[in-house]
């Protein structure tokens, strides 16, 4: 089985494959404070809630966007899993051709995301990954990856709104019925969510426009793509896992690498 790990600025997604099958995923949060112990009693805890053996897991492979953690990280999988992990990078083989100004700055989390969409979904398409930021990653008719659009993620919306004003408080992200409402936290979710309804709208127009492909596919996904599943006819597809399928494409292409002794 494979082990994988896409570490993002939020949340740790952990997921396992048994060959191209996701048979479990779990997530937990980004603690950059935690030694390789904590992350190491975390990762087997939550593999023997699953009934997963550890000496079933042959290979280990990680995204991330946060560096500062890796050290810790990666020695928590030699101790507790006893792989050598492949962490996505340069010199990975990831089968992407990236058309960009410069490919050494795509984040491996948008690498995974592109390995995948373009193997399940097919080019030209449009991933939209709602995560600590929105990132829309654009893939024309080649299968090539060329362009990016960076906003920040709902989470971060919110939580500016609280902070920077005094008087509004902390609220849950979702939609409420209408947009027009008359207390603080309606309000607040409103227009939170409604304004991103739009602003995602717009995006994925303007990319659609501007690429000449007015029947381009967009794929959803992230921690934040449930908020609007439903929500916006613009988004074809919702697959809340694509990185970590991302992953495990990457990781079939680099066999030899991250395997258990």
């Known amino acids: 089985m494979l082990l994988v790990f896409d570490i993002g600025n939020t949340q740790i997604k952990m997921g396992v494959f048994k060959g191209e099958q996701l048979i479990n995923s779990w997530r937990m949060t980004t603690a950059t404070q935690k030694t390789t112990d904590e992350y190491g009693s975390t990762i087997g805890m939550m593999l023997q809630m699953a ?30 899993i006893g792989c050598e992990p492949l962490v996505i990078g340069p010199g990975i083989k990831t089968g992407i051709a990236i058309k960009t100004e410069n490919p050494k700055e ?17 080019s030209p398409c449009l991933v939209v990954d709602f995560g600590t930021a929105t990132k829309f990653e654009v893939i024309n ?8 659009v960076f906003s920040p993620g709902i989470g971060i919306a919110a939580d500016a709104l609280c902070s920077r004003a005094a008087q509004l408080p902390m609220i849950e992200i979702k ?23 739009g602003q995602v709208k717009y995006i994925v127009e303007q990319i659609k426009k501007e690429m000449g492909l007015p029947d381009m596919q967009v794929v959803a996904t992230g921690g934040f793509s449930k908020v609007f599943d439903g929500e916006l006819s613009c988004i074809d597809v919702y697959d809340s896992n694509l990185t970590l399928k991302g992953l495990q494409i990457i990781a079939s292409r680099n066999k030899k690498s991250g395997e258990r002794p």
């Open 51 to 80: 009934h997963i053996d550890i000496e079933q897991i042959h290979s280990v492979v990680i995204s991330s966007v946060v560096p500062h953690i890796m050290h810790y990280f990666c020695n928590a999988v030699r101790r507790y």
């Open 175 to 197: 939609k409420p019925e209408r947009i027009l409402n008359s207390n603080t936290t309606l309000c607040m979710q409103a227009g939170l969510v409604y304004g991103y309804i």
């Open 141 to 148: 008719e080649k299968g090539e990856f060329i362009a990016a």
């Open 106 to 122: 795509v984040g491996a989390d948008l690498i995974a995301d592109v390995a995948a969409a373009c193997k399940l979904y097919g």
